[in-house]
């Protein structure tokens, strides 16, 4: 299964890469006249509202959303993991802390940050925030979104930190960092890369829901989240408008949980091969 | 476990995706509840049956049960203290008032027997009322029913508008038939302040908010309520003391709550309702779609435009009062406004992304009393590229023109998640291209949109370029004339960001024409000068009409006599021909 999934997510990379290339159409000509119509001969999926070539757009908009949902997931990752670490491995007030900084993190309500960071961002005015830019999103995302990830890895982290193979690394002198990312960072690998998984989803969705507040990847960019936004009222009459976009992200995210599922049993080192 | 491990991310993946195909906080409903009442209207035999070979098809027939759907659900049925426009809606099933406003936007006597005599000086306005009128509780309506009415909308209760009632002075019954008002100031919308009576023995004033009348009302109107299932259905059933004989036709409306506006259309087709209130432009073609079921709609034009407000001021949120000092680099030039107006097909935008459904805009009074229709804009892109070549803008390497290193770049703001907003500032950006203008996109939550000027919201402080939104005047001009297009109206910090002159226009001619209608009492006269008003804006462009916007009902064939009035208010006008045929 995680080949297969492999195998989807480099397909659908691939051509999202090659986009400028394969795409049939330009991403933002629009053909009024010829809006809504059913897949053909000419539009392979279809057109959407404005009557642009869906293929082409789902091509264009991978790029903006498998990027901001790998760069999302990686700061997350990063963040998550790196606290968690800390936060189990040293323990105490340094625990203390870093936990309590968790809590308060989990406990605002998300939207009331991104609404408030939106308008933040936007007096500050950055070149980096016009519109079509995906890289304060994806950071966004990122930044909001580390706290399950460094709850498990503490977790785990107490959990190794007192036994016997960390014990006698540390009787031999073993360095702290050594200790962290030589022995206990390989086996908190899974609930990481489970994270991993289930977070590039979450923040392919949590583009669109971004762009809503104002601070996302404006329109006419098309993202897969904002192909998928929207086409409530069009769902009986131009169903393809919601399938399609919807249909890739369910390739990549559950593509993305199997290779996630293979490397954790990859990884784990207890675990028997099938 | 393992095993279970695929299914799981499985069923995690799908539901990620059909909640991402649900929109937010919108749960998909399960299998909509059975109504209690009986589906089908036809449990009510109609008297006229036995000569139905003879009958004219298009004749009403008299009985049956017409079920309405609605997604909201009303909270209070007392006009003085309805907020939310289902409220009203509901209530103009058993209010009526003096006057009402018809389909074409047109005020017609209803509890009167005419349209009131006005003095001279415009501010004694006597009203005949119509004799022999009954609530549905038996109780004779009269001049008291009116004056407890006014006085209920001035006490401190009430959550109606106080413009307008507060210049009457005195209220006066001198017979029970004769109402006789005196203002001690001129308001020249007068007739809207006798749009809906309340009955005077609804209780006492100083206890509005605890009257059994705000959940069971009655009135003079065809229907009145007879049984409220909260969060479910509300029913009315025939006043028995109706005023006009063999009226209303059907016995009974009941109101359902439904759980959302999509719930309701397939609702519609499958019959298990017969109308769908307050429906969208962008609803249109899911109803079209069920015209075979026996779906069709009904609509009127709301004298509202969709419209963009172009920026005469610079955009740098110093909210100049005179743009004249601190002017917008690009949109303060009259020749740029009329070049994206050149390069604009409203027509195109009308009959793809609305259907065919709305007329192009042209003018700020599209309906109404004073109407003032005007010569459609021309699409005329190579005019545009002119305009723009004339006022100095060339084009670019990338296509955008420039003028002294300022590239041709302007930013359209607008409320998010609103899929027809989205489209329309697609296609314009689309259009504005083919003559070199860029137009980048930038939407926000409509609360961030419409905030004020103390909250730094972006309308009053004029940070922007163009915006896209709704908005005209309701039957009578004059306030949103006033505060849309006078000097007198333009936000600053000073008068503390009052006003909705958000272009920053200033004609001394149109506030001159506004000033002198807001004082006149000859309705010929104030239309003539709101008239020159509406050809001035078309010159001067503070804003670009796109189309007219609607009010639109679905329903069913077999539902007659359902006509829109452009008063939202109003939307149950006329309950009483409404009738089903078999």
């Not at chain 2, 406003?101 to 003095?119: H, I, M, Q, R, W």
Request: aromatic fraction near 10%; charged fraction near 20%.
């Amino acid at each position: 299964m995680a080949l297969a999934g492999i195998f989807i997510v480099l397909v659908i990379c691939l051509l999202v890469a090659l986009a400028p290339f394969i795409a049939p159409y330009d991403p933002m000509t629009q053909n009024l006249l010829n809006r809504l119509q059913p897949p053909s001969a000419q539009h392979w999926l279809g057109t959407d509202d404005l009557g642009r070539d869906l293929w082409t757009r789902i091509l264009y908009g991978g790029r903006i959303s498998l990027s901001v949902g790998l760069l999302a997931m990686s700061v997350s990752i990063l963040l998550g993991s790196l606290i968690g670490l800390v936060s189990g491995y040293y323990g105490g007030w340094i625990d203390s802390v870093l936990m309590r900084m968790t809590e308060i993190f989990l406990s605002i309500p998300r939207l009331f940050v991104l609404i408030a960071l939106g308008m933040f961002l936007r007096t500050l005015d950055l070149p980096t925030l016009k519109a079509g830019s995906f890289l304060p999103i994806a950071l966004v995302i990122g930044a909001l979104s580390w706290m399950g990830t460094a709850r498990m890895v503490r977790a785990s982290t107490l959990a190794l930190r007192e036994r016997e193979f960390v014990q006698a690394c540390r009787a031999l002198g073993g360095s702290n960092a050594r200790l962290l990312f030589r022995h206990i960072l390989p086996n908190v690998a899974s609930p990481i890369i489970v994270s991993a998984t289930l977070g590039l989803s979450g923040a392919i969705i949590s583009e669109s829901g971004l762009s809503y507040l104002g601070f996302g990847v404006q329109l006419p960019t098309p993202t897969w989240g904002n192909m998928l936004s929207n086409t409530q009222s069009q769902m009986t009459t131009a169903p393809w408008t919601a399938i399609f976009p919807g249909l890739m992200i369910f390739l990549v995210v559950i593509s993305i949980n199997y290779i996630g599922d293979g490397l954790r049993d990859a990884l784990d080192p207890r675990h028997a091969p099938r | 476990m393992k095993s279970f491990k695929p299914l799981f991310l499985f069923v995690v993946a799908l539901a990620l995706i059909l909640t991402a195909c649900g929109g937010p906080a919108t749960p998909a409903p399960s299998q909509p509840e059975q109504p209690q009442q009986p589906a089908q209207p036809a449990a009510t035999e109609a008297p006229q049956a036995t000569e139905a070979p003879t009958v004219d098809p298009n004749a009403p027939v008299r009985g049956g049960t017409l079920i309405f759907g609605t997604p909201q659900e009303p909270g209070i049925l007392n006009t003085l203290l309805t907020s939310s426009s289902i409220e009203d809606a509901v209530t103009s099933l058993f209010v009526e008032g003096l006057v009402q406003v018809n389909e074409k936007g047109e005020y017609v006597p209803v509890l009167a027997e005419e349209l009131p005599t006005v003095s001279e000086d415009g501010l004694v306005v006597t009203w005949k009322l119509k004799k022999g009128v009954k609530f549905s509780n038996g109780k004779e309506f009269t001049c008291e029913d009116v004056k407890f009415t006014m006085e209920g909308a001035l006490s401190d209760l009430s959550q109606v508008s106080t413009s307008g009632y507060r210049d009457i002075e005195t209220l006066e019954c001198p017979d029970p038939y004769t109402v006789v008002a005196t203002f001690s100031e001129l308001y020249a919308p007068y007739l809207r302040l006798f749009a809906y009576i309340v009955p005077s023995d609804a209780g006492p004033l100083d206890q509005m908010e605890t009257w059994e009348y705000n959940q069971k009302p009655w009135g003079t109107g065809p229907f009145v309520l007879e049984e409220w299932t909260p969060g479910d259905h509300l029913t009315f059933v025939r006043n028995p003391y109706y005023r006009e004989e063999g009226k209303p036709y059907l016995d009974k409306v009941i109101i359902r709550v439904l759980p959302s506006r999509e719930v309701g259309i397939q609702l519609l087709g499958t019959g298990e309702i017969h109308a769908l209130w307050d429906i969208t432009e962008a609803d249109l073609p899911a109803l079209a779609k069920m015209e075979e079921q026996g779906v069709t709609y009904s609509a009127a034009v709301t004298g509202e435009n969709e419209l963009l407000v172009l920026n005469f001021g610079a955009n740098d949120g110093s909210a100049p009062a005179d743009p004249a000092q601190n002017p917008h680099p690009i949109l303060y030039d009259l020749r740029v406004r009329q070049a994206i107006q050149y390069a604009i097909n409203k027509q195109m935008i009308a009959d793809t992304l609305l259907y065919g459904n709305v007329k192009p805009g042209s003018t700020v009074l599209p309906a109404g009393p004073f109407a003032c229709p005007q010569p459609p804009s021309e699409y005329n892109p190579e005019k545009a590229k002119a305009l723009l070549e004339e006022a100095g803008w060339k084009v670019g390497a990338d296509g955008i023109r420039e003028k002294d290193g300022l590239r041709l770049s302007l930013k359209i703001n607008s409320t998010s998640g609103n899929l027809l907003r989205e489209q329309t500032e697609q296609v314009l950006a689309e259009m504005l291209k083919q003559v070199g203008i860029e137009l980048t996109i930038e939407n926000m939550p409509s609360d961030v949109f419409f905030a004020g000027g103390e909250s730094d919201g972006l309308r009053d402080l004029g940070k922007f370029d163009i915006l896209l939104y709704t908005t005209g005047p309701a039957l009578d001009p004059d306030s949103h004339l006033f505060s849309n297009y006078t000097s007198y109206r333009i936000p600053t910090a000073e008068n503390e960001w009052s006003g909705a002159n958000f272009s920053r226009y200033i004609n001394p001619d149109v506030d001159k024409w506004i000033d002198e209608a807001a004082v006149s009492m000859d309705l010929q006269t104030r239309k003539t000068l709101y008239c020159k008003v509406a050809e001035q804006i078309n010159k001067d462009l503070p804003r670009i009409y796109l189309y007219e916007r609607l009010s639109i009902s679905g329903h069913r064939k077999e539902f007659h006599n359902l006509t829109i009035s452009p008063s939202f208010v109003d939307f149950a006008w006329g309950a009483q021909n409404w009738w089903l045929s078999k």
